[in-house]
């Protein structure tokens, strides 16, 4: 028999019996469960399964009770969409003997993610083994029984990878006004469509899916670390359905056609909650759509793994260590702004502290913090937002964007009544954060001693570590790094492999430009100092610019020089 490893959020066993569990949880009484108990003696089913059975509880319920009690991860298969590959790994009638359906395979990790109504069922976990491998380890997470069995059902029936799907639209009729049935079934082979679209933009990274309506056909491209990249081109006729199934999906009015809307959808993919932040416009072929990915998992990161410097990350921690003033994060759109707020505002985040957030919309849902999505129908924008928050006893503000006077001047007088804000800016550099304040209208005297410290940021990509080449620079590249020539030095550049799907790049990583302000930079800001100025004050304090950084991300290997070039200007290094 194959060894395998599993994959558990606690190692202990359960220490309560399900029904004492549901007893202490408020979910059923002494009584019910007494009933229960003599139900179970006269028959061999488990005790969850009569208490479903008999109404006492929901699946729901058991679901999340069992995942407690096992100490487990529970999930909610109503909106799970499951990986084709997983589903290909265990055969339908294994899947239905052990009560377990795949949910996805991690293919870099090789890790096969499983929901199980019993995750200490041995015998179902050996026969797992056997057929995946001792190399393939397994994730569980605990599912209700009911639920599994309708998901077997519904899944195995029916093809869910893209090129199979359209292989049954093009040899079958599809009626597209089914589509607009809020329960429909999973059979149509449109909703599989976009479910598996969202799934493969999921698996391969993508942070944004671009489904673009031409004359002829439907162009679908997806933002893969910062890169637009078309990935298939569908048949127009298509179109008109998948519009549809995406409103219905993302709660949007069906009947506006030519109105801009926004609306959210939830899913689980690859085996965790994925979020898809929908905009739908109307353009000359039809209504375009484009979806940003919100992954928690990825979007929320600890301040240590950001990849900074150490330097940078210290000069980071003591500006959140004072109290009061704000603190800025700026860069163009899709430069990880809004990841490096939540990763400061997660170093923070504990009881002793009242966080605040005011977005547009909220991204990424935090425990402890009271997040607040701006809502124009409420007449609730980013100044009234600001001053209704002020009022709920905040230690710490969260404002997504100063972007007009109003909103600059209530988060500044939000910071001189003693909060700590944090907010972003549009400016190429933290330098350049300055003229920005005073162009949307801010006093420098207002400015100086109210800022904390200002954080500038781009995204590059990060080489594919399994095919990267290493080679000697030249004379020119040298100069560029301020390396020694009398040393030798190798760097990488991009290759291409099945891991990168061959384009050389997987994954990012922010190039970082960090400024303190302190006392004589107060200064400075307050009688307008030349940019000059600014930049040999901040030098002479240690200040590294983006190109700094970005040369130091090449020297270790993480990056090509190309790459940086691609965002960061290095022509100051060459005068």
């Known amino acids: 028999m194959s060894t ?20 202490a949880a408020g979910l059923i009484t002494d009584d019910q469960l007494q009933v229960a108990l003599t139900e179970q003696s006269r028959s061999d089913e488990p005790l969850g399964r009569i208490l479903v059975r008999l109404g006492l509880i929901s699946e729901a319920m058991l679901r999340d009770t069992l995942g407690e009690s096992l100490g487990h ?12 590959d997983a589903l290909q790994m265990i055969p339908k009638n294994i899947a239905r003997r052990y009560h377990l359906l795949p949910i996805n395979f991690d293919k870099n990790e090789k890790v096969l993610t499983i929901a199980m109504a019993d995750t200490y069922n041995v015998v179902a976990i050996d026969q797992t083994a056997a057929l995946i491998g001792s190399e393939i380890g397994l994730e569980t997470l605990v599912a209700g029984e009911a639920e599994i069995e309708a998901a077997i059902e519904q899944f195995y029936q029916f093809e869910l990878s893209i090129q199979g ?5 093009d040899t079958g009729e599809v009626d597209k006004l089914n589509l607009a049935i809020e329960h429909e079934e ?22 944004d899916i671009h489904l673009e309506p031409e004359a002829g056909f439907l162009r679908v491209r997806y933002r893969i670390d910062g890169v637009m ?35 959210r959808i939830s899913l689980r993919l690859a085996g965790r909650p994925i979020d898809f932040r929908v905009a739908c416009q109307q353009t000359t072929h039809g209504e375009n759509f484009v979806l940003r990915v919100l992954d928690r998992q990825k979007g929320i990161l600890p301040l240590e793994k950001l990849n900074l410097a150490k330097d940078t990350l210290t000069n980071v921690q003591v500006m959140m260590a004072r109290p009061e003033g704000i603190i800025l994060v700026t ?23 009242n966080i605040m957030t005011l977005e547009d919309p909220v991204e990424y849902p935090m ?22 928050m002020m009022r709920q006893d905040p230690d710490i503000i969260l404002v997504g964007e100063i972007r007009d006077e109003e909103t600059a001047e209530m988060a500044f007088r939000a910071a001189m009544t003693g909060h700590q804000v944090f907010s972003t800016l549009h400016t190429n550099s933290a330098l350049g954060a300055m003229p920005r304040l005073i162009d949307i209208g801010v006093k420098p005297q207002i400015m100086a001693g109210n800022i904390i410290g200002i954080v500038a940021q781009r995204l590059v990509r990060r080489l594919c570590r399994h095919c990267k080449q290493a080679y000697a620079p030249d004379a020119t590249e040298m100069k560029l790094l301020s390396a020694d020539s009398s040393k030798p030095l190798l760097l990488y550049k991009e290759n291409g492999c099945d891991t990168c799907n061959f384009l050389g790049f997987k994954g990012r ?11 004589k930079m107060d200064e400075l800001i307050a009688r307008a100092a030349t940019r000059q100025e600014m930049l040999d004050a901040a030098e002479a304090n240690g200040f590294r610019d983006l190109a700094d950084d970005a040369v130091r991300h090449v020297l270790a290997g993480s990056t090509s020089l190309s790459e940086i070039s691609r965002v960061v200007d290095l022509t100051t290094r060459v005068g």
């Open 367 to 388: 425990a402890m913090i009271r997040q607040t999505s701006l809502n124009e129908a409420a007449k609730l924008d980013f100044a009234n937002g600001i001053r209704s």
């Open 509 to 519: 990583v922010a190039v970082v430009e960090v400024l303190k302000i302190d006392a």
């Open 186 to 207: 999973y059979s149509h082979p449109l909703i599989r469509l976009v479910d598996a679209i969202l799934a493969d933009a999921v698996k391969r990274d993508a942070s």
């Open 229 to 263: 990249r078309q990935v298939m081109a569908l048949h127009r006729s298509y179109w008109p359905g998948m519009v549809v199934r995406l409103k219905v999906m993302s709660k949007m009015n069906i009947a506006e056609t030519r109105a801009p809307q926004d609306g």
């Open 331 to 353: 860069g163009p759109t899709g430069s990880g702004k809004t990841t490096t707020l939540y990763s400061m505002l997660n170093y923070r985040n504990d009881e002793s502290v």
């Open 73 to 84: 991860e529970s999930i909610d298969l109503s909106s799970v969409v499951p990986d084709p």
């Open 165 to 169: 799907i359209l292989h049954e639209i």
């Open 4 to 23: 395998i490893t599993v994959r558990k959020l606690q190692s202990s066993e359960p220490s309560l019996p399900l029904g004492e569990r549901l007893i």
